[in-house]
Protein backbone atom coordinates (compact mmCIF):
# COMPACT_ATOMS: atom_id res chain seq x y z
CA UNK A 1 0.00 0.00 0.00
CA UNK A 2 1.58 3.74 -1.06
CA UNK A 3 1.88 5.85 1.57
CA UNK A 4 -0.57 9.03 0.55
CA UNK A 5 0.52 12.51 0.92
CA UNK A 6 -1.68 16.08 1.22
CA UNK A 7 -2.73 18.55 -0.80
CA UNK A 8 -4.13 21.27 1.40
CA UNK A 9 -2.25 23.63 3.39
CA UNK A 10 -3.55 22.97 6.99
CA UNK A 11 -3.30 26.36 8.30
CA UNK A 12 -5.16 27.70 5.70
CA UNK A 13 -7.86 24.66 6.50
CA UNK A 14 -7.92 25.50 10.07
CA UNK A 15 -8.63 29.27 9.96
CA UNK A 16 -11.57 28.81 7.57
CA UNK A 17 -12.65 26.73 10.24
CA UNK A 18 -12.01 29.00 13.08
CA UNK A 19 -13.77 31.92 11.64
CA UNK A 20 -17.71 30.85 12.66
CA UNK A 21 -16.59 30.98 16.44
CA UNK A 22 -16.80 33.79 18.64
CA UNK A 23 -13.56 35.69 19.39
CA UNK A 24 -13.07 34.07 22.94
CA UNK A 25 -13.55 30.60 21.87
CA UNK A 26 -11.53 30.98 18.60
CA UNK A 27 -9.14 32.76 21.13
CA UNK A 28 -9.25 29.83 23.37
CA UNK A 29 -8.89 26.84 20.32
CA UNK A 30 -6.16 28.73 19.06
CA UNK A 31 -4.21 28.71 22.77
CA UNK A 32 -5.27 24.98 23.28
CA UNK A 33 -4.17 23.51 20.53
CA UNK A 34 -0.79 25.62 19.53
CA UNK A 35 -2.29 27.04 16.48
CA UNK A 36 -0.93 30.51 16.80
CA UNK A 37 3.07 31.78 16.57
CA UNK A 38 4.08 30.28 19.83
CA UNK A 39 3.45 26.71 18.90
CA UNK A 40 3.12 25.36 22.83
CA UNK A 41 -0.41 23.78 23.26
CA UNK A 42 -1.57 25.43 26.88
CA UNK A 43 -3.32 23.69 29.59
CA UNK A 44 -7.05 23.89 30.85
CA UNK A 45 -5.50 25.48 34.13
CA UNK A 46 -3.32 27.57 32.46
CA UNK A 47 -5.98 29.05 30.14
CA UNK A 48 -8.52 29.41 32.50
CA UNK A 49 -6.37 31.78 34.97
CA UNK A 50 -5.58 33.77 31.65
CA UNK A 51 -9.10 34.60 31.75
CA UNK A 52 -10.14 34.43 35.02
CA UNK A 53 -12.37 31.11 34.64
CA UNK A 54 -12.00 27.43 36.03
CA UNK A 55 -10.59 24.85 33.72
CA UNK A 56 -13.78 23.21 34.35
CA UNK A 57 -15.21 26.48 31.90
CA UNK A 58 -12.15 26.25 29.53
CA UNK A 59 -13.13 22.62 29.20
CA UNK A 60 -16.69 23.74 28.21
CA UNK A 61 -16.07 26.80 26.18
CA UNK A 62 -13.76 24.09 24.08
CA UNK A 63 -16.07 21.24 23.58
CA UNK A 64 -18.81 24.26 22.75
CA UNK A 65 -16.33 25.61 19.70
CA UNK A 66 -15.42 21.84 18.49
CA UNK A 67 -19.48 21.14 18.16
CA UNK A 68 -20.13 24.61 16.59
CA UNK A 69 -17.39 23.73 13.99
CA UNK A 70 -18.99 20.66 13.22
CA UNK A 71 -22.48 21.96 12.43
CA UNK A 72 -21.07 25.15 10.69
CA UNK A 73 -21.02 25.41 6.23
CA UNK A 74 -16.72 25.82 6.89
CA UNK A 75 -16.83 22.05 7.77
CA UNK A 76 -18.81 20.66 5.20
CA UNK A 77 -16.69 22.87 2.85
CA UNK A 78 -13.40 21.06 3.58
CA UNK A 79 -15.07 17.49 3.42
CA UNK A 80 -12.12 17.10 0.79
CA UNK A 81 -9.37 18.12 3.26
CA UNK A 82 -10.63 15.44 5.68
CA UNK A 83 -10.95 12.61 3.04
CA UNK A 84 -7.43 12.94 2.31
CA UNK A 85 -6.41 12.80 6.04
CA UNK A 86 -8.48 9.67 6.46
CA UNK A 87 -6.62 8.85 3.13
CA UNK A 88 -3.36 9.09 4.64
CA UNK A 89 -4.49 7.35 7.89
CA UNK A 90 -5.42 4.41 6.09
CA UNK A 91 -1.83 4.35 3.88
CA UNK A 92 -0.03 4.36 7.17
CA UNK A 93 -1.83 1.28 8.55
CA UNK A 94 -5.29 2.32 9.72
CA UNK A 95 -4.22 2.88 13.73
CA UNK A 96 -0.96 4.90 13.81
CA UNK A 97 0.87 6.20 16.67
CA UNK A 98 -0.53 9.80 16.92
CA UNK A 99 4.22 10.94 17.01
CA UNK A 100 4.72 8.91 13.82
CA UNK A 101 1.42 10.15 12.09
CA UNK A 102 1.71 13.73 12.44
CA UNK A 103 5.79 13.18 11.80
CA UNK A 104 4.88 11.95 8.49
CA UNK A 105 3.35 15.19 7.27
CA UNK A 106 5.52 17.37 9.19
CA UNK A 107 8.88 18.02 11.15
CA UNK A 108 7.48 21.65 11.81
CA UNK A 109 5.90 21.77 15.38
CA UNK A 110 3.31 24.58 14.48
CA UNK A 111 1.99 22.09 11.30
CA UNK A 112 1.78 19.49 13.46
CA UNK A 113 -0.59 21.06 15.84
CA UNK A 114 -2.71 22.16 13.02
CA UNK A 115 -3.17 18.75 11.49
CA UNK A 116 -3.49 17.23 15.21
CA UNK A 117 -6.39 19.92 15.81
CA UNK A 118 -8.21 18.63 12.06
CA UNK A 119 -8.14 15.20 13.61
CA UNK A 120 -9.36 16.17 16.82
CA UNK A 121 -12.36 18.22 15.29
CA UNK A 122 -12.91 15.71 12.12
CA UNK A 123 -15.99 13.29 12.77
CA UNK A 124 -14.28 10.03 11.79
CA UNK A 125 -11.48 10.41 13.57
CA UNK A 126 -10.92 8.81 16.99
CA UNK A 127 -7.94 8.82 19.69
CA UNK A 128 -6.87 6.50 22.59
CA UNK A 129 -4.87 7.69 24.51
CA UNK A 130 -1.76 6.23 26.39
CA UNK A 131 -2.25 4.06 28.54
CA UNK A 132 0.15 1.04 29.90
CA UNK A 133 0.42 -0.93 27.27
CA UNK A 134 -0.29 1.67 24.18
CA UNK A 135 1.07 5.16 23.02
CA UNK A 136 -1.42 7.60 22.00
CA UNK A 137 -2.75 6.73 18.84
CA UNK A 138 -5.41 7.79 16.25
CA UNK A 139 -8.27 5.28 13.92
CA UNK A 140 -10.86 5.54 11.93
CA UNK A 141 -12.31 1.74 12.46
CA UNK A 142 -12.45 0.32 15.82
CA UNK A 143 -12.54 -3.16 14.43
CA UNK A 144 -9.25 -3.02 13.42
CA UNK A 145 -7.77 -1.36 16.22
CA UNK A 146 -9.10 -3.99 18.52
CA UNK A 147 -7.52 -6.65 16.39
CA UNK A 148 -3.92 -4.94 16.21
CA UNK A 149 -4.10 -4.41 19.96
CA UNK A 150 -4.91 -7.86 20.60
CA UNK A 151 -2.38 -9.39 18.54
CA UNK A 152 0.57 -7.16 20.08
CA UNK A 153 -0.68 -8.21 23.86
CA UNK A 154 -0.58 -11.91 22.28
CA UNK A 155 2.91 -10.99 20.86
CA UNK A 156 4.02 -9.36 24.07
CA UNK A 157 3.01 -12.73 26.07
CA UNK A 158 5.12 -14.51 23.99
CA UNK A 159 8.22 -12.88 24.60
CA UNK A 160 10.95 -13.65 27.12
CA UNK A 161 12.89 -10.93 28.78
CA UNK A 162 16.20 -12.76 27.19
CA UNK A 163 14.26 -12.82 23.08
CA UNK A 164 16.33 -10.14 20.85
CA UNK A 165 14.96 -10.44 17.57
CA UNK A 166 15.72 -8.60 14.17
CA UNK A 167 13.05 -6.82 12.73
CA UNK A 168 11.87 -9.45 10.50
CA UNK A 169 11.22 -12.61 12.58
CA UNK A 170 9.22 -9.88 14.85
CA UNK A 171 7.55 -8.65 11.99
CA UNK A 172 6.75 -12.76 11.04
CA UNK A 173 5.58 -13.16 15.06
CA UNK A 174 2.92 -10.11 14.74
CA UNK A 175 1.67 -11.62 11.70
CA UNK A 176 0.76 -14.80 13.46
CA UNK A 177 -0.82 -12.95 15.93
CA UNK A 178 -3.19 -11.18 13.69
CA UNK A 179 -6.44 -12.16 12.49
CA UNK A 180 -9.16 -10.98 10.21
CA UNK A 181 -7.14 -8.44 8.99
CA UNK A 182 -6.84 -7.04 5.27
CA UNK A 183 -3.76 -8.68 3.29
CA UNK A 184 -3.28 -4.66 2.51
CA UNK A 185 -2.01 -3.77 5.60
CA UNK A 186 0.38 -6.89 5.78
CA UNK A 187 3.80 -4.98 4.87
CA UNK A 188 7.10 -4.32 6.70
CA UNK A 189 6.36 -0.81 7.19
CA UNK A 190 2.73 -0.82 8.42
CA UNK A 191 3.68 -4.03 10.28
CA UNK A 192 6.67 -1.58 11.88
CA UNK A 193 4.10 1.09 12.77
CA UNK A 194 2.21 -1.40 14.38
CA UNK A 195 5.35 -2.67 16.50
CA UNK A 196 5.50 0.99 17.36
CA UNK A 197 2.20 1.22 19.35
CA UNK A 198 3.18 -1.08 22.07
CA UNK A 199 4.87 0.53 24.95
CA UNK A 200 5.96 -3.34 26.56
CA UNK A 201 7.66 -3.99 22.82
CA UNK A 202 10.69 -2.15 21.79
CA UNK A 203 13.98 -1.54 19.53
CA UNK A 204 18.02 -0.79 20.55
CA UNK A 205 19.55 1.20 19.12
CA UNK A 206 20.79 -1.74 16.77
CA UNK A 207 17.48 -2.72 15.25
CA UNK A 208 17.09 -5.68 16.79
CA UNK A 209 13.70 -6.06 19.17
CA UNK A 210 12.94 -7.59 22.38
CA UNK A 211 10.23 -6.37 25.72
CA UNK A 212 11.24 -2.91 26.65
CA UNK A 213 12.31 -3.66 30.32
CA UNK A 214 15.04 -6.08 28.83
CA UNK A 215 18.29 -5.35 28.91
CA UNK A 216 18.64 -6.03 25.40
CA UNK A 217 15.92 -3.09 24.81
CA UNK A 218 16.46 -0.85 27.61
CA UNK A 219 20.60 -0.46 27.85
CA UNK A 220 21.63 1.28 30.91
CA UNK A 221 25.52 0.89 31.00
CA UNK A 222 28.87 -0.65 30.10
CA UNK A 223 27.77 -4.17 30.28
CA UNK A 224 24.62 -4.00 28.14
CA UNK A 225 26.26 -2.13 25.52
CA UNK A 226 28.87 -4.74 25.83
CA UNK A 227 26.55 -7.24 24.89
CA UNK A 228 25.22 -6.67 22.17
CA UNK A 229 28.22 -5.45 20.56
CA UNK A 230 29.41 -9.23 20.91
CA UNK A 231 26.21 -10.58 20.02
CA UNK A 232 26.59 -8.60 16.56
CA UNK A 233 29.99 -9.59 16.20
CA UNK A 234 28.88 -13.32 16.51
CA UNK A 235 32.18 -14.66 17.75
CA UNK A 236 34.64 -14.02 20.87
CA UNK A 237 36.00 -10.18 20.30
CA UNK A 238 38.81 -8.60 22.39
CA UNK A 239 37.50 -6.48 25.20
CA UNK A 240 39.62 -3.60 23.55
CA UNK A 241 37.72 -3.93 20.18
CA UNK A 242 34.50 -4.16 22.92
CA UNK A 243 35.22 -0.56 24.07
CA UNK A 244 35.73 0.89 20.36
CA UNK A 245 32.69 -0.52 19.08
CA UNK A 246 30.39 0.73 21.97
CA UNK A 247 31.81 3.86 21.11
CA UNK A 248 31.39 3.75 17.50
CA UNK A 249 27.74 2.14 17.59
CA UNK A 250 26.41 3.86 20.59
CA UNK A 251 28.38 6.98 20.86
CA UNK A 252 28.95 5.85 24.83
CA UNK A 253 32.87 6.84 25.97
CA UNK A 254 34.04 3.01 26.89
CA UNK A 255 37.05 2.78 28.87
CA UNK A 256 39.07 0.32 27.99
CA UNK A 257 39.73 -1.06 31.76
CA UNK A 258 36.42 0.11 32.96
CA UNK A 259 35.20 -2.40 29.65
CA UNK A 260 36.95 -5.03 30.76
CA UNK A 261 36.24 -5.17 34.48
CA UNK A 262 32.86 -4.86 33.51
CA UNK A 263 33.34 -8.00 31.55
CA UNK A 264 34.66 -9.85 33.95
CA UNK A 265 31.81 -9.41 36.37
CA UNK A 266 28.64 -10.83 33.78
CA UNK A 267 28.03 -14.32 34.13
CA UNK A 268 27.06 -13.07 30.44
CA UNK A 269 30.49 -13.22 29.28
CA UNK A 270 32.88 -16.03 29.11
CA UNK A 271 36.38 -15.39 28.70
CA UNK A 272 37.88 -17.71 25.84
CA UNK A 273 41.32 -16.79 25.36
CA UNK A 274 44.01 -14.17 26.23
CA UNK A 275 41.14 -10.90 26.76
CA UNK A 276 38.59 -12.76 23.79
CA UNK A 277 35.09 -12.41 25.70
CA UNK A 278 32.30 -14.80 24.13
CA UNK A 279 28.91 -14.71 25.32
CA UNK A 280 27.81 -17.86 27.45
CA UNK A 281 24.11 -18.32 25.43
CA UNK A 282 26.75 -19.46 22.70
CA UNK A 283 27.37 -22.60 24.71
CA UNK A 284 30.60 -21.34 26.04
CA UNK A 285 31.78 -22.67 29.70
CA UNK A 286 33.11 -20.25 32.23
CA UNK A 287 36.51 -21.57 33.83
CA UNK A 288 40.30 -21.75 33.10
CA UNK A 289 41.40 -24.64 30.41
CA UNK A 290 41.26 -27.34 33.31
CA UNK A 291 37.71 -26.43 33.76
CA UNK A 292 36.41 -26.86 30.58
CA UNK A 293 38.47 -30.19 30.16
CA UNK A 294 36.73 -31.62 32.81
CA UNK A 295 33.56 -30.51 31.40
CA UNK A 296 34.21 -31.79 28.38
CA UNK A 297 34.94 -35.19 29.60
CA UNK A 298 32.50 -35.53 32.39
CA UNK A 299 29.57 -34.98 28.88
CA UNK A 300 30.99 -37.00 26.73
CA UNK A 301 33.15 -39.54 28.86
CA UNK A 302 36.87 -40.81 28.38
CA UNK A 303 38.33 -39.21 25.56
CA UNK A 304 42.00 -39.60 23.28
CA UNK A 305 44.24 -36.71 23.78
CA UNK A 306 43.18 -35.63 20.32
CA UNK A 307 39.67 -35.38 20.73
CA UNK A 308 40.18 -33.36 23.92
CA UNK A 309 42.02 -31.07 22.59
CA UNK A 310 39.12 -31.04 19.12
CA UNK A 311 36.55 -30.23 21.74
CA UNK A 312 38.15 -27.44 23.94
CA UNK A 313 39.84 -26.11 21.09
CA UNK A 314 35.46 -25.02 20.25
CA UNK A 315 35.44 -23.73 23.39
CA UNK A 316 38.66 -21.90 23.77
CA UNK A 317 41.03 -19.88 22.23
CA UNK A 318 44.56 -21.73 23.38
CA UNK A 319 47.56 -23.65 22.35
CA UNK A 320 46.93 -27.34 22.03
CA UNK A 321 50.22 -27.48 24.46
CA UNK A 322 48.41 -25.73 26.88
CA UNK A 323 45.35 -28.38 26.53
CA UNK A 324 47.97 -31.57 27.04
CA UNK A 325 49.83 -29.75 29.45
CA UNK A 326 46.53 -29.93 31.83
CA UNK A 327 45.73 -33.18 30.74
CA UNK A 328 49.05 -34.50 32.19
CA UNK A 329 48.15 -33.03 35.55
CA UNK A 330 47.28 -36.30 37.40
CA UNK A 331 45.79 -34.27 40.17
CA UNK A 332 43.22 -33.77 38.03
CA UNK A 333 43.08 -36.46 35.41
CA UNK A 334 44.23 -39.60 34.69
CA UNK A 335 44.10 -42.06 31.39
CA UNK A 336 43.70 -45.90 31.08
CA UNK A 337 45.95 -47.78 29.45
CA UNK A 338 43.88 -47.39 25.62
CA UNK A 339 45.25 -43.25 26.53
CA UNK A 340 42.07 -42.02 26.84
CA UNK A 341 41.27 -39.84 29.57
CA UNK A 342 39.25 -39.38 32.73
CA UNK A 343 38.55 -37.05 35.63
CA UNK A 344 41.03 -38.10 38.12
CA UNK A 345 38.64 -38.98 41.59
CA UNK A 346 39.30 -36.54 44.03
Do not use: C
Not at 255 to 277: M, Q, S, W
Request: hydrophobic share 35%; glycine share 6%.
Amino acid sequence: MPTATISFKPKQVVKRLLSSLPDRAHEIIILRYGLGKDPKRMTLDGIGKKYGITRERVRQIENYALGMIRKSESYTEEKAAFGELETLLQSLGGVVVEDDLLGHVSKDKGLQNHIHFLLTVGEPFKKIREDDNFRHRWHTNEVLTKSVEDALHKLYGSLSTEDLLPESEMVQKLLNHLEDVSEKYKNQEIMRRWLAISKKIGRNALGDWGVTHSSNIHTKGVRDYAFLVIRKHGSPIHFRDVAKQIEKLFNKKAHVATTHNELIKDKRFVLVGRGLYALAEWGYAPGVVRDVIRNIIEKNGPLTKEEVISKVMKERYVKENTIAVNLQNPKYFKHDKEGRFSVASI
